[in-house]
């Protein structure tokens, strides 16, 4: 391909859609993160491996079905649950007793969790590559500004704003969630009127976790599920809430977009280098607002 | 005087045991240092290193590409490496001590993560994700032993070094503000240049580390600057023990023993790390040589105590 024809108006705006499915994805899981940061402050590393699990129960559960379309919005339904779960066991039998401790000691705590999660899935799944298929109605894809558009990626685009959304109610509208925003800020001060913060911060750490799931889940028609899927969104995943302002829900939002975006248009510009992109995107945004775009909750 | 003992034990050592424990020890001495490198930063300094490996990586593929890709002389490339970690180390530091706590972490991986995804990419130079292999070296160190005893002597100054700095005023001062930032600068001392000086002193160690894992290995890959590995070496100063002086270089040989031993048994490594370092954090948080210091502590002060 030549640059007159890299540039043209369809491709430009192809990518422009393929990089805005990829940064819903990332939306997704990052929120999950920042949610976490900001309630616990604690970066959880675990996270991308519980992208994983929701990606392999996906899978689990959609074979279960044949590869029918029940097994997919089943698996949608029920792997981030899975994943809710084991973030729930791993909470309560041991990471609730960390939180008087320091701060690098939790972080620390949630490496352990991505060493022995990463283990667990390989000895429960396998090394081998997995996929699973969307319903037969997302498959193919339809024209848009002149180039195919999968159609999977449109559900996406429709699920990332509806995820966006819910969390909003969640966390404006309804009384844990206020009291989640509240621990943020001042958890003494939660745990003085009468509130009991450890099961605050299971919820957190839980409906956090629960995000990543879905994220995973949500990812697996699109991908190969492998193991080594959670190394590699782990450190966006980082990056993107770092740039957004930690914490900060719509801080995720923006930090998804600018990192889906550059990777999709760096991959026009020159492919080999695609990878390259978000990160000194990220690198830059960070030498000019050291907290990130918006404002942390911290 | 045991340390004297020991040094003199691993000197004569390689050529009674077989091969393949010359090259574990040896491995040991490289990964010790990186991790006494780390802890200069993180034990000392309380800053949050948490991309140390890609420095360790810089200093490792200088050396490679020095002496795959150009015909410079080959002692360039043994100074080069730790200069250009110290140089890569003044220029990410500066970035990220303007930042407190977590922000300087976070800013850290994503550099440290620009450089490895750059060394993954850049297949022209770099190899990519494959890395250099046979990378020629002197002849003088053409032999495992003589690698071995290279590194040994090479570690052995590095340590001397570290410790100099380790008791000189700017490590007590260096410690200090760990300890209390806030009256640090209060009473004067420039916080920021103080860090700054140490993370390069400490990215300048392992560019060293790196330059020795050249040695031992003959190649290198990206995987040397993947976070991954960052927390890892992070796992061994806990382990061996954040606040004294020796302990991440133990820390390092256990996890190293470990690795070897436990790789014979099961594919599942990672999975017994994860456990180590639950328990660490639970049971142990001072580390091995920070609890056994601690022993001994009480052992005296009792003594003491009954004398009277």
């Known amino acids: 391909m030549d640059i007159g024809q890299a540039f043209t108006f369809s491709a430009l705006a192809s990518q422009f859609l393929v990089g805005l499915s990829r940064a819903m994805i990332l939306f997704i899981v990052c929120s999950g993160m920042s949610f976490v940061l900001g309630v616990l402050r604690v970066p959880n590393v675990a996270h991308g491996s519980l992208y994983m699990i929701g990606a392999f129960s996906a899978f689990s559960i959609a074979s279960l079905f044949g590869g029918s379309p029940t097994g997919f919005w089943l698996a949608l339904i029920f792997a981030p649950l899975v994943v809710a779960l084991v973030s729930l066991i791993a909470e309560r039998a041991l990471f609730c007793h960390l939180y008087e401790r320091e701060h690098l000691m939790l972080l620390l705590f949630t490496f352990a969790l991505m060493l022995i999660l990463g283990d667990l899935v390989k000895l429960t799944w396998g090394a081998e590559y997995r996929s699973i298929m969307a319903p037969p109605f997302f498959r193919g894809s339809i024209p848009i500004f002149g180039s195919a558009f999968p159609r999977y990626n449109l559900f996406l685009l429709i699920i990332g704003p509806l995820v966006a959304i819910s969390l909003w109610l969640f966390t404006n509208k309804t009384k844990i969630g206020k009291i989640s925003r509240a621990a943020a800020v001042d958890r003494e001060m939660v745990g003085a009127v009468g509130i009991n913060v450890s099961w605050v911060f299971a919820a957190a750490f839980v409906i956090g976790c629960y995000l990543a799931g879905l994220g995973g889940a949500l990812v697996a028609p699109t991908v190969s599920i492998t193991i080594g899927m959670d190394h590699g969104i782990i450190i966006e995943a980082f990056l993107i809430v770092t740039i957004g302002g930690l914490g900060n829900m719509w801080g995720a939002l923006v930090g998804s977009l600018i990192f889906g975006l550059t990777q999709a248009f760096g991959v026009l510009f020159w492919p080999q280098f695609a990878i390259v992109f978000p990160y000194a995107a990220v690198v830059i945004i960070l030498i000019w607002r050291p907290t990130g775009m918006l404002k942390s909750v911290w | ?308």
């Not at chain 2, 060394?119 to 292999?133: A, C, E, K, P």
Request: some cysteine.
């Open chain 2, 1 to 308: 005087m045991p340390i004297a003992g020991l040094f003199i034990v691993l000197l004569i050592l390689p050529p009674i045991i077989p091969r393949f424990y010359t090259y574990i020890i040896a491995l040991m001495f490289v990964t010790g240092l990186l991790a006494m490198s780390l802890n200069m930063v993180v034990g000392h300094g309380g800053m949050f290193q948490f991309h140390h490996c890609a420095f360790y990586g810089v200093g490792a593929y200088s050396l490679a590409l020095i002496l795959t890709k150009t015909t410079l002389p080959m002692w360039v490339g043994f100074v080069a490496g730790p200069i250009v970690a110290a140089l890569v180390g003044l220029l990410i530091g500066w970035l990220c001590v303007r930042l407190n706590r977590l922000y300087f972490g976070m800013l850290q991986i994503s550099l440290g993560s620009l450089i490895w995804a750059i060394v993954f990419r850049w297949y022209s130079l770099t190899n990519g994700d494959d890395g250099i292999h046979g990378i020629p070296m002197p002849s003088i160190l053409s032999s495992l032993n003589s690698s071995y005893y290279f590194i040994l002597i090479v570690l052995a100054i590095c340590l001397v070094g570290m410790y100099l700095i380790f008791k000189s005023p700017f490590g007590t001062t260096l410690q200090a503000i760990r300890d209390n930032p806030q009256r640090c600068e209060a009473v004067g001392v420039n916080v920021r240049r103080h860090q700054l000086a140490a993370i390069v002193i400490a990215t300048f160690f392992s560019g060293v580390a790196g330059v020795l894992f050249v040695v031992l290995e003959r190649s290198v890959f990206p995987d040397l600057l993947f976070w991954v590995l960052s927390l890892e070496i992070f796992i061994m100063c806990l382990l061996g023990g954040w606040f004294t002086f020796l302990g991440p270089m133990l820390g390092a040989a256990i996890t190293v023993a470990l690795r070897t031993f436990v790789g014979i048994y099961t594919e599942y490594w990672t999975l017994i790390l994860g456990v180590i370092l639950i328990l660490l954090i639970f049971f142990l948080p001072e580390g091995v040589l920070g609890y056994f210091i601690e022993k001994f502590k009480e052992r005296g002060t009792n003594a003491m105590q009954e004398e009277k």
